[in-house]
């Protein structure tokens, strides 16, 4: 009659006995740390040839303009621009929140202002790239913010974003 095999199933693989002492003793060995790779950026699809790329809406042209000048005053986090712009609009938007804060603190301003945004430009120099310009209205004075976004994925992208 053949003997069963018995399997020993260890409920821990990374709990080692130690090879001196006491064999009930055990320590964890150090699982390796997990491997980052830089994956390179997804290629831009070819357009169809019938493919028309649609004008950026003005209503969102404002609400990025509104929410970059909030990102720059330090009213809105700049995480939550984070789809809307590129790396290097947000590295902008930082230094530009930064110095704003710092002139902030000199003339001791903690007000906080609700932008309204009145007048709009767009101007198409590519069919891929659209810029534009938003006058943003608050009780004491005018601001305004220059935009250049480009069209990427099928959807439109800030990749400058200015307050004035």
């Known amino acids: ?15 080692r006995p ?4 006491d064999p009930s003793r055990a320590f964890r060995v150090p699982s390796p740390a997990p491997l980052l790779v830089a994956v390179p950026p997804l290629p831009e699809p070819a357009p169809d ?16 303009a509104v929410q970059g000048f909030q990102v720059v005053e330090g009213t809105r986090s700049l995480m939550q621009l984070g789809p809307l712009i590129t790396v290097a609009a947000a590295r902008s938007l930082a230094v530009q929140r930064a110095s704003f804060g710092d002139r902030r603190a000199v003339y001791r301003d903690m007000r906080q202002q609700r932008p309204r945004a009145t007048a709009l430009r767009v101007d198409r120099p ?9 006058v943003l209205r608050t009780l004491d004075r005018s601001r305004a913010v220059a935009l250049r976004l480009e069209w990427s994925h099928r959807h439109w992208r800030a990749t400058e974003l200015i307050v004035l």
Do not use: Q
Not at 18 to 21: A, E, K, Q, V
Not at 126 to 134: F, R
């Open 1 to 15: 009659m053949p003997v069963p095999l018995r399997r020993t199933i260890d409920p821990d693989p990374d709990i």
């Open 126 to 134: 590519l069919e891929t790239v659209a810029e534009a310009a938003v």
């Open 49 to 64: 040839p019938g493919d028309v790329i649609p004008d950026p809406e003005p209503g969102f042209i404002r609400a990025l």
């Open 18 to 21: 130690t090879s001196i002492g």
